[in-house]
C-alpha cells in the first residue's frame, strides 16, 4: 500500500487521558499537514511540516495539542488531557511540494471518540 | 467571513443524470488553486479535480469538469452521467499562497445521494 496510513482508525477514550496519534506519509512526499473534521464539517487545518520543520500552526491547536515529525517521515499527533470537545475525525495528507496546484493526498483518517 | 461557501448541504439526483455542486469563494489572493475532494462513508478524501485562478479553459477529469466563473468566484463542480457510487461527501478546497504557505481551506461539502 503505497498511500497515507493512519493509525489506529478508531480510538475510544476517556475524557482527561491522554491519547496519541500516527501518521505515514506517502514515502517521497515532504509536506505533512494534520486535519481536524468535525460532523457536518469540512476538514479544518491543525498544523503542517515540511520535512521535520513544523511551519504553521493553527490557533485550534490548543497547547494541550502537540504534533512532530521527527526524521521527516512518519508524524505524530497527541492530545493531553482530552476534552469531549476533542472527539472528530483527525486527518492526515502528504503532498511533495506545496505549489498552488500540488494534490494533497488523505488518509482515512482517526476517529476520536471522548467519553 | 467564511472563504469557502457550499450552500447545498444535500442534492438528490438519479443515476445516469447530470448534477451540479455550488461553490463560492472568497479571496484577495491573485493567486490560488481551488480543488475539488469526494469523501466516501470510508472517510478518505478522494481528490477529483483541480482549476487555477490564472487557468483560462476550465478544467475537466472525465465525467467531472469545473465551472470556474472568476468574476462571481465560483467554482462550481459538475458530474456528468451521475453513478451510484458517486453517493459521498463532496468538498469545495482552496489554497492560497498569502503569508509564505499553502494550505487547503474547506467547505462544509455538500451530500450528494444518486438513486437508481
Known sequence: ??????????????????????????????????YRQTLGQGPEFLTYFQNEAQLEKSRLLSDRFSAERPKGSFSTLEIQRTEQGDSAMYLCASSLGGSLSTEAFFGQGTRLTVV | ??????????????????????????????????????????????????????????????????????????????ISASQLGDSAMYFCAMREVMGGYSTLTFGKGTMLLVSP
Not at chain 2, 448534477?19 to 470510508?42: A, E, I, M, N, R
Open chain 2, 1 to 78: 467571513a467564511q472563504k469557502i461557501t457550499q450552500t447545498q448541504p444535500g442534492m438528490f439526483v438519479q443515476e445516469k443524470e447530470a448534477v451540479t455542486l455550488d461553490c463560492t469563494y472568497d479571496t484577495s489572493d491573485p493567486s490560488y488553486g481551488l480543488f475539488w475532494y469526494k469523501q466516501p462513508s470510508s472517510g478518505e478524501m478522494i481528490f477529483l479535480i483541480y482549476q487555477g485562478s490564472y487557468d483560462q479553459q476550465n478544467a475537466t477529469e472525465g465525467r467531472y469538469s469545473l465551472n470556474f466563473q472568476k468574476a462571481r468566484k465560483s467554482a462550481n463542480l459538475v
Open chain 1, 1 to 34: 500500500d503505497t498511500g497515507v496510513s493512519q493509525d489506529p482508525r478508531h480510538k475510544i477514550t476517556k475524557r482527561g487521558q491522554n491519547v496519541t496519534f500516527r501518521c505515514d506519509p506517502i514515502s517521497e512526499h515532504n509536506r505533512l499537514y494534520w
